[in-house]
């Protein structure tokens, strides 16, 4: 699951390269929502250096979701373009990605793209079964709102209708 | 054998049952694509799906690591004879009818959602963190699946008893996925897996509850004699695997 770490010259010295990594990394879009950067849905886990080579935690957010793998490339390229010294990215799948590390930030631009941001997580699995659904509708704020799908566009998203303006929407779901 | 490297292929077969489950059953979904009665179910479908295959390649990436011959999730997916995959044959039985397919999922997200909620606290790290990140998607699939089931039994009379039939149909292929053989008993030993005893309690549980609010009948549980976890499938395999292998087997190492 590890990228081979690549050969980039000399490095700068530890803590520059590690403020310098996070700076590269906060320039990253996630590939299906753009307005939204990697580090708005908290993907990034740890950023070390160990053994000269510098390495960076990425979790997945679902396991198949086919933007893990432009993710990662994108990683890669954006530390590469950054001339910051070899690299490697590690997937880290433990603990398991939540929804909840999504950043006050990140659920404000979702929100603003007319997305749902996700409910909280709840610490029993069992509960969000048939009890989970967004606060309101994003349009108009009603909260007679509609589930028309557990999955939309992505793996990550449910699609809903407004029973007041009938507009539908997407809802970010909670995992 | 040493009683490491006997200990190391148990785990080896255990762990590709769990991935051959996900890799056939997501396999069979996709076939859905372009197909579902309405857009909503083509995109939830295939989402499952996606997960599916997901779950698959981490558990056959793990697969190849224990096995230590250097064979990658995608050698082990393409380059396997049908007798080599360890899936339950509910997996690869045919789609049918949307209510079939349905049922059919019912059945393996309940049973997915009880293992890989007790898996998670499983003594092999990867596993229980391939378990608790998996978990969490099931959890969608099945919300998915058992409404449905709750929308088709307790629909039309038609959408009824089509329910009533698949459930009917498919039922006996549920006996194998909690028969537990040695290879499961020496994994719940280990504390690698839980015990199936206690996963089939709570799928009976949730089982129960679903078809109670769908209005169907639990069939009863019939003698059964399918081997999928050992390498003894049903007709349907061969087929799944000619379509999903073809390109690997006529192109060795094809890559995109």
């Keep these: 699951m590890n990228t081979p770490a690549l050969n980039l010259g000399n490095p700068p010295a530890g803590e520059d390269r590690i403020a310098l990594a996070w700076q590269a990394l906060a320039q990253v879009e996630d590939p299906e929502i753009p307005a939204l950067k990697i580090l708005d849905l908290g993907l990034i886990r740890f950023v070390r250096v160990h053994a000269g080579v510098l390495e960076i935690g990425l979790s997945p957010t679902y396991v198949g979701c086919p933007a893990t793998e432009v993710i990662r490339h994108d990683v890669v390229q954006a530390l590469r373009d950054a001339q910051i010294g070899d690299c490697v990215v590690t997937s880290v799948l433990s603990p398991a990605w939540s929804s909840d590390w999504i950043t006050a930030a990140g659920r404000q631009k979702l929100l603003e793209l007319g997305i749902v941001p996700p409910a909280r997580a709840v610490s029993k699995l069992r509960e969000v079964l048939g009890a989970e659904r967004p606060s309101a509708c994003p349009l108009c704020q009603s909260t007679d709102t509609q589930c028309i799908s557990e999955f939309g566009s992505t793996p990550c998203k449910a699609l809903h209708r407004c029973r007041a303006c009938l507009e539908p929407f997407e809802y970010f779901k909670c995992i | 054998m040493s009683a490491a490297a006997a200990d190391s292929e148990a785990l080896f077969r255990y762990v590709l049952r769990l991935g051959d489950l996900s890799l056939v059953l997501g396999q069979r979904l996709g076939e859905w694509v372009g197909h579902a009665p309405a857009l909503e179910e083509d995109l939830g479908l295939a989402n499952i799906a996606l997960d599916l295959i997901g779950q698959a390649r981490l558990l056959l990436s793990y697969a190849g690591e224990i096995e230590g011959r250097g064979r990658s999730e995608d050698d082990i997916a393409y380059h396997r004879e049908q007798g080599e995959y360890l899936n339950p044959v509910l997996a690869e039985q045919p789609n049918g009818d949307f209510g079939q397919t349905i049922v059919r999922q019912v059945l393996i997200d309940a049973y997915q959602l009880e293992l890989y909620e007790r898996m998670a606290a499983s ?71 839980p015990r199936l005893a206690e996963v089939h309690a709570a799928w009976t549980v949730r089982l129960d509850e679903l078809l109670g609010q769908a209005t169907l009948k639990r069939p009863g549980d019939r003698a059964h004699s399918w081997h999928g976890k050992r390498g003894q499938h049903s007709e349907h395999l061969g087929y799944i695997l000619a379509e999903m292998q073809y390109l690997q087997r006529a192109y060795p190492g094809a890559r995109w």
């Design chain 2, 123 to 193: 003594s092999d790290e990867r596993l229980a963190a391939i378990a608790a990140k998996s978990v969490k998607e099931t959890r969608y699939h099945l919300r998915y699946s058992g409404s449905w089931l709750v929308r088709l039994g307790d629909g039309t009379e038609q959408s009824h008893a089509l329910a009533q039939a698949a459930l009917g149909r498919l039922w006996p292929y549920t006996v194998e996925l909690f028969a537990e053989d040695d290879l499961d008993r020496a994994m719940a030993d280990g504390g690698v897996a």
